[in-house]
């Protein structure tokens, strides 16, 4: 990355596309503050999250942010439930009533409610990228990071996530999403495309 700028704005659908190694995963992790920058500044609501005391910067990604991969990173021994509620866990003391309920709010916003106690090799990809989102959601978060969400599913299902996403955006939720689909990058607000770790364009959508 090298003198690259950019600002999301609060309630906004970015989506960024380039080719692999353009660096558009790299920017993704960056902006989440899963890796730290050599140089430059990452603000969220004015403060440089990567200067932040270690464990404010993770609670801030914990409270404010989520990530979605295309592999959903969900654990097969574990419910959808359970899967749902993990970032949510704190030791061995329970889960509270009240992010279980947001659990299960966030399993019915995604349509998916009645699978909250099979385990998720029981269901289809499309389904597992709903519980993905659904845990982001049930944390509260306030900006998803996307990276291609919609990368290893069919056509029709990669089009039924990305009403869900669009769908969450109008709620209020800010989405940054990395994808290699030029339809779905035109479904967002703003789009930006990116070369050698640069961004070389960006447009309204």
Do not use: W
Not at 9 to 30: A, D
Not at 106 to 127: F, Y
Not at 169 to 194: K, P, Q, Y
């Amino acid at each position: 990355m090298a003198n690259l700028s950019l600002e999301l704005r609060e309630g906004e659908f970015l989506s960024v596309v380039g080719r692999s190694g353009s660096g558009k995963s790299t920017l993704l992790h960056l902006l989440s503050s899963l890796i730290k920058p050599d140089s430059g500044e990452v603000f969220f609501h004015g403060e440089n999250i990567h200067t932040l005391p270690e464990k404010r910067r993770n609670r801030l990604r914990s409270e404010a942010f989520a990530v979605v991969f295309q592999q959903h990173h969900l654990l097969p021994y574990l419910t959808v439930m359970e899967n749902v509620l993990l970032p949510c866990m704190d030791g061995l003391a329970p889960v509270s009533a009240a992010r279980t309920e947001a659990a299960r709010a966030a399993l019915d916003r995604l349509e998916i409610a009645g699978k909250a106690d099979i385990k998720p090799n029981s269901l289809s990809g499309g389904e597992q990228q709903r519980v993905a989102i659904a845990r982001a959601l049930a944390r509260g978060a306030r900006v998803l990071f996307a990276d291609e969400p919609t990368g290893s599913l069919d056509s029709a299902t990669g089009a039924s996530i990305m009403r869900t996403l669009r769908s969450l955006n109008r709620d209020g939720l800010s989405i940054i999403m990395v994808t290699h689909n030029e339809e779905f990058a035109g479904r967002a607000d703003r789009l930006i495309r990116m070369a050698d770790g640069r961004i070389f364009d960006a447009a309204a959508v």
